[in-house]
């Protein structure tokens, strides 16, 4: 998470991956064991975020969350204070 006045400040950062490679589709491919963000929408209730990312380089993939339980989730496992 990073501080909306000056972005180059990290506030709290996960100690640990939030996504990972698990699925043959995102194991094996033209970089394999790989997955990276591409960019997320926020839907009109404010809570739910589709998070877009690529996987393996072979295909785009989509996780579905709640901002409110990534909030909760890096409060209770954030490296930084």
Do not use: R
């Amino acid at each position: 998470m990073f501080d909306l006045e000056n972005p180059e400040h990290c506030l709290k950062q996960g100690d640990e991956w939030v996504l990972s490679p698990q699925e043959p589709y995102k194991i094996n491919g033209d970089v394999d064991k790989v997955i990276f963000t591409c960019g997320y929408t926020l839907a009109p209730d404010g809570v739910t975020i589709h998070i877009y990312y690529g996987a393996a380089d072979t295909c785009i993939a989509l996780a579905t969350g709640s901002v409110k339980l990534i909030l909760d989730w890096l409060s209770d496992h954030s490296l930084k204070d």
